[in-house]
């Protein structure tokens, strides 16, 4: 349960991404939200129901 003011967005929200970081291991390239989201270096997620959100594609392709 998030104890932040105002509150952390839920992870099932559209702005998932704007909770407040709890724990960071950039040697291993992730981090975790205050939501249960698990973020990633390469900008993939992993939301708490398991569910995986794939990595946003930046610049053109070669």
């Known amino acids: 349960m998030c104890m932040h ?3 952390c967005p839920p992870a099932d929200a559209i702005d998932h991404q704007a909770a407040r970081l709890v724990a960071y291991h950039p040697e291993q390239g ?3 939200l205050c939501n249960g989201v698990v973020f990633f270096d390469d900008t993939g997620e992993l ?3 398991g569910r995986s959100v794939v990595p946003a594609l930046s610049g053109q392709a070669a």
Do not use: A, E, H, K
Request: hydrophobic letters at 35%.
């Open 30 to 32: 992730w981090g975790l």
């Open 47 to 49: 939301l708490p129901d």
């Open 5 to 7: 003011q105002p509150p």
